[in-house]
């Protein structure tokens, strides 16, 4: 499998510990919920999107780690267009796309197992009541993050054998393989955890 979505840098965030990226993370979102107002919004899209180039990632590779999820966002706006307004389509547009490119700073910051190490000393309390189980949350969020990098090469592959045939790239005729291809690779995972007994622990 591929590296995670983690790059080497000594910028703010890489020496910012990684419950306080998670606690700001958090923070960001409920402010950015909290206010539909462009004038807010709009300084906040242009300082997420630097400090997402502050981490030493290249603007190509930037773009590229976080296009399929802007494109998203796009749809989402597009559909507040139609059936609201301008005003909150530009709203929804640059909320969302912030919070996508705050998440991709951590992420580019932060080492998987940092963030599985964090997020099962966040919930350990929970599990004492039986609410959850750290380990297993921690696993999962572990395995989506590790799992990125991973969707993008085979989606990458897919349209190189595309082009290769001389195939147009459309969204449907790259999805259907991306998804069956994604679904072997999960089952495959989820048998190695089951045959090292993670879950019985």
């Known amino acids: 499998m591929l590296n995670g979505l983690d790059i080497e840098g000594d910028s703010l965030l890489h020496r910012m510990p990684v419950r306080g990226k998670l606690i700001a993370l958090f923070v960001a979102a409920i402010g950015l919920f909290l206010t539909a107002e462009l004038r807010l919004l709009v300084p906040a899209l242009v300082l997420s999107a630097a400090l997402y180039l502050s981490t030493g990632i290249g603007?190509?590779?930037a773009f590229r780690?976080?296009?399929?999820?802007?494109?998203?966002?796009?749809?989402?706006?597009g559909a507040n267009y139609l059936f609201h307004s301008l005003h909150e389509a530009l709203?929804?547009?640059?909320?969302l796309s912030t919070?996508?490119?705050?998440?991709?700073?951590?992420?580019?910051?932060?080492?998987?197992?940092?963030?599985?190490?964090e997020i099962t000393r966040l919930l350990t309390p929970l599990e004492r009541f039986g609410f959850v189980r750290a380990a297993d949350v921690s696993l999962a969020v572990?395995?989506?993050?590790?799992?990125?990098?991973e969707i993008f090469a085979r989606y990458g592959e897919i349209a190189d054998a595309h082009k290769a045939r001389g195939l147009p790239v459309r969204p449907l005729t790259t999805l259907v393989p991306l998804i069956i291809l994604t679904l072997k690779d999960a089952d495959t995972i989820a048998m190695a955890i089951d045959a090292r007994g993670f879950r019985r622990h």
């Open 59 to 61: 603007a190509g590779e």
């Open 65 to 77: 780690r976080v296009r399929f999820v802007l494109f998203t966002v796009l749809l989402v706006a």
């Open 91 to 95: 709203a929804v547009f640059c909320r």
């Open 99 to 117: 919070l996508v490119l705050l998440a991709a700073a951590v992420t580019a910051t932060t080492g998987i197992s940092a963030f599985m190490d």
């Open 142 to 149: 572990g395995l989506v993050i590790r799992f990125v990098p």
